[in-house]
């Protein structure tokens, strides 16, 4: 901390946790060879009933290692992910990091077109990739070089007894592997790389400060920016959410992995945090309220984080079966404005307080949250976590902090903010000061106890099922059609938290709007949560004197007609 005194908003901590953390001296790689050596016997990850021990998970992870190794991976390069949640999923991600290389994450859901302007920028030439979306790997131009593609099926970490329930007839079952070996020819299979020998353990670890991952984050710009996290960043989130989770005990955790891990908030809660307590993973590839009620019998979770509408079809979906949620201990709802329904819905059926937290990718990602304690203050994101600073400033000249309880924009400091874009200098100018504030872009008032509320967001980002949207990338989408003069890209707030994705589109002359036509047409070039829920029309767009289409003007006329 930069005072010797403790910040005031300490005070409101749940008694116990300490205003600072001791800081991490080793990598990752590091903490997961101490927590497979102590945790042995203990499951790791479940997966559709399957259980992998820690001893088991560590003997995988040595294995890829040694076969990425021999694939050419070396100290620095960059290994691309995309993967849903699953085992080898966790695998992968350490075995990357042992070999002291950078863990590049994607979202499964991405079109060809969205992943090649992120490999263009990371240039990573190694790629483990869930077998559904190779295909879009090998439409890349030549111009993007891939050495080799390791190919990961599913199905191989279903129990025994799962993939014989599928029941698949013979000539479907021909058929299917017909497809995959068509699908997925010329790439490494997942088994392949786990088949020979483990690493040597000589092998030198990282550095822990050296880069461990690069996670992309939408920018106002509507390009992706890559924010370089390393193993100090990721392992202080670690222990920052260790400390603020009071009680915690290892080996008897057990997390449910339904955020996606190729997200900063479930990297940082499963592959970090949960490894770094040796709890039990229990990997959903999707969320499905039904299959985690079926999972909950055999094992109940206790750290049980989400956005609030999970939060809300989980607990109404448990109210119908008549179950208990009583072990859920730990509960933490981020990514979007937490309704006080959802709170009194979760809280009526769980075991423990549902608080709301904040974070950016390019704060590993939690700076905030409210205490797991009465001290807690619902509508509020919370006070910042044990060894973070925060301070709020005008949104004109940052170098002012406006008065106490006055609206600012938020800046946060702290052992988990990231080093910068990579290969963007000048975004990350923009995003950090010279003494390495983290600006959030967000508006906030905080108050006389140090509980900050966000009221506006600088950035224009939409956030939609937790995930963020950027208005530009969407505009430029549906100006590629014919019939799109031009577009205005915004979110309307929904009533269960998040927001839907609207556009206004400016048409052609002589064109008519087709709204499915536009839908399907953003379906080609964007993942689905990003495809507009609503496209109407506007005869003109109000503009700035630059020529900007002035969003907020454009929210406004359309606030009676969507």
Known sequence: MENSAAPAWV???????????????????????????????????????????????????????????????????????????CPQHVVAFYAILRLGAV?????????????????????????????????????????????????????????????????LPVKKLRETKASLTARTSGTVAWKELLSGSALDESHPHPDVNDLAVIQYTSGTTGHPKGAMLT??????????????????KEREEILYAILPMFHAFGMTLYLTFGVKKQGLLVLFPKFDPEMILDAWKKSPATVYCAVPPIYERTALAAKERGMSLKSAKYCISGAMNLPDHVVELW??????????????????????????????????????????????????????????????????????????????????????????????????????????????????????????????EVEIALRQHADVA?????????????????????????????EDALRAHCRELLAAYKVPKRIVQI?????SLLGKILRKQVKDQMSGLV
């Open 347 to 472: 809280e009526s059926m769980s075991g423990g307080l549902l608080v709301e937290g904040y974070g950016m990718t390019e704060s590993s990602p939690v700076a905030l949250g409210n205490p797991f304690h009465p001290s807690r203050r619902t509508g509020t994101i919370g006070v910042p976590f044990p060894s973070t600073l925060m301070k709020v400033v005008d949104v004109e000249d940052p170098s002012k902090e406006v008065a106490q309880g006055e609206p600012g924009e938020l800046l946060v400091k702290g052992p988990q903010v990231f080093q910068g874009y990579w290969n963007n200098p000048e975004e990350t100018a923009k995003a950090k000061t010279e003494d390495g504030w983290l600006r959030s872009g967000d508006v906030v008032t905080v108050d006389e106890d140090g509980f900050a509320q966000v009221v506006d967001r600088a950035k224009e980002l939409i956030i939609t099922g937790g995930f963020n949207v950027s208005p530009t």
């Open 539 to 543: 005869d003109e767009m109000p503009r």
């Open 103 to 167: 863990v590049v994450e994607h979202n499964p859901l991405y079109t060809s077109r969205e992943l090649r302007h992120q490999f263009e920028d990371h240039q990573a030439r190694i790629v483990i990739a869930w077998d559904k979306v190779v295909a879009n790997l090998q439409e890349f131009p030549k111009d993007v070089q891939l050495d080799s593609i390791v190919s990961v099926n599913l199905l191989e970490a279903f129990p025994a007894v799962k993939r014989l329930a599928l029941n």
């Open 11 to 85: 005070a409101n901590y749940q008694p116990g946790v300490p205003a600072e953390i001791e800081l991490p001296t080793e990598p990752l790689s590091c903490m997961f060879e101490r927590s497979v050596r102590e945790a042995g016997d203990s499951p790791a990850t479940e997966f559709f009933g399957r259980r992998t021990s820690y001893a088991d998970l560590g003997d995988q992870v040595s294995k890829a290692a040694e076969g990425l190794r021999r694939l050419g991976v070396r100290a620095g390069d960059r290994v691309a992910l995309i993967l849903p949640n």
């Open 231 to 248: 193993h100090f960043n990721l392992y202080s989130n670690a222990l920052q959410g260790e400390a603020w989770m009071l009680g915690a």
């Open 486 to 514: 031009d577009a205005a890209v915004f979110g309307k707030p929904l009533a269960r938290g998040g927001e839907m994705v609207v556009a206004a589109v400016q048409l052609e002359e002589g064109s008519v709007l087709n």
